[in-house]
């Protein structure tokens, strides 16, 4: 077993009366729950004072009137990850998990993300982005022809491959554009790198910030869906399979994005390696990565010898305000 990157020698009595926060309403509400009751049943497994807390059922001020000490932040999407609900803690006075306000609001935009990242040369992939008004016909059929075939069409204020289609042809493209604009009022028009897709996870902040093993993700058809994400036993997450100065590279680069980004507690990048240099490409970061069954962080702190449960109360012991 390889030796932990971070203390794992937690008083879990001492970190209060904690909320676990779940549900919300987003189009991420399935994967929260899910995420959320595993989180909730871990840190009561490890002696938290642990409760479930929907935002979309009770209102954020009872976390003030029920006594919480901290939060748990296990949101996705809009009105979770974005910053939104990290303003209304730090308005509370409750330290969180993850990310702090400003870090979670540019990192959940993947298009602002692109941008923060290319100022310091970071490599992503080829982009447009446009906003509904421009997405006339005319315009949607020259996409291809600037960005090449085939293109990956996004809303970049979802995540968990909402709304996401590799359009790979010109007849693809306008029932690509249909469906994410069901999503965003904005798209995110992605060249499409072919090769492996990989992923790679972070604890911590700063210059202390560490990052665990590379999972390369092998998807039916090689297409890392809703379905294959959350539903399909059939999608393989693998370690090792990379050469040691890749991975080394990998982990250096999504290190640089992270603190970039000013991301704290955790995060987790996906990436694209071409096929022919292997060069990796950063495509996203996420600042209230899964916490599933299926979830890649999980599975990453495992590799290294952190259990499920001493991770959560890892990651809930970061908590804290962006204001000091």
Same mark, same amino acid.
Request: hydrophobic share 45%; net charge negative; proline share 6%.
């Given at each position: 077993?390889?030796?932990? &990157?971070?203390?794992?020698? #937690?008083? %879990? ?6 909320? @676990? ?7 991420? $509400? &399935? ?17 938290? =004072?642990?409760?479930?807390? =929907? *935002?979309a ?12 000490? $901290? ?6 999407g ?11 803690l730090?308005?509370?006075? /409750? ?15 993947? +298009?602002?993300t ?11 992939? &080829? ?12 315009? /949607?059929?020259? #996409? *291809? ?5 085939? @293109?990956?069409?996004? *809303? ?13 042809? !010109?007849?693809?493209?306008q ?13 995110l028009f992605?060249?499409? /790198? ?13 210059e202390? %910030? ?13 297409? !890392?869906? !809703? ?7 059939d ?14 590279? #990998? ?6 994005? !992270? ?32 916490? +599933? ?12 010898? #952190? ?18």
């Amino acid at each position: 077993m390889t030796t932990p &990157p971070i203390d794992l020698n #937690i008083d %879990a009595a001492a970190l209060g009366k904690v909320a @676990v926060l779940l549900g919300g309403g987003s189009a991420e $509400r &399935p994967v929260s729950l899910m995420s959320g009751n595993g989180v909730l049943a871990a840190l009561r497994a490890v002696g938290v =004072d642990a409760h479930a807390f =929907d *935002p979309a059922e009770r209102p954020l001020q009872a976390l003030q009137a029920d006594g919480f000490d $901290r939060a748990f932040i296990a949101l996705h999407g809009r009105g979770g990850e974005d910053g939104t609900l990290q303003g209304a803690l730090e308005w509370l006075g /409750i330290p969180y998990t993850g990310s702090g306000v400003t870090a979670s609001g540019v990192a959940m935009d993947k +298009t602002m993300t692109k941008r923060v990242w290319g100022t310091e040369g970071l490599p992503t992939p &080829p982009y447009l982005a446009l906003a509904r008004a421009e997405l006339t016909r005319e315009r /949607i059929r020259q #996409i *291809p022809d600037e960005l090449g075939l085939p @293109v990956i069409v996004k *809303p970049p204020h979802e995540g968990s491959s909402i709304g996401i289609t590799k359009a790979v042809g !010109y007849s693809d493209m306008q029932g690509a554009v249909d469906l994410a604009l069901g999503f965003d009022d904005e798209l995110l028009f992605e060249q499409c /790198i072919d090769g492996p897709e990989v992923t790679c996870a972070v604890l911590g902040q700063g210059e202390s %910030a560490v990052a665990l093993p590379v999972v390369e993700i092998r998807a039916a058809g090689g297409d !890392y869906s !809703y379905e294959n994400k959350y539903v399909s036993n059939d999608t393989q997450y693998l370690f090792g399979t990379l050469p040691a100065a890749l991975e080394a590279e #990998i982990q250096q680069l999504v290190l640089k994005a !992270y603190r970039l980004l000013g991301c704290r507690g955790w995060g987790r990048a996906d990436l694209m390696l071409r096929k022919a240099d292997m060069k990796p490409f950063l495509l996203e970061m996420n600042t209230s990565p899964g916490m +599933t069954s299926h979830s890649l962080v999980p599975k990453a702190a495992q590799a290294v010898g #952190i259990a499920y449960p001493q991770l959560c109360l890892w990651l809930l012991a970061q908590a804290r305000l962006d204001r000091r």
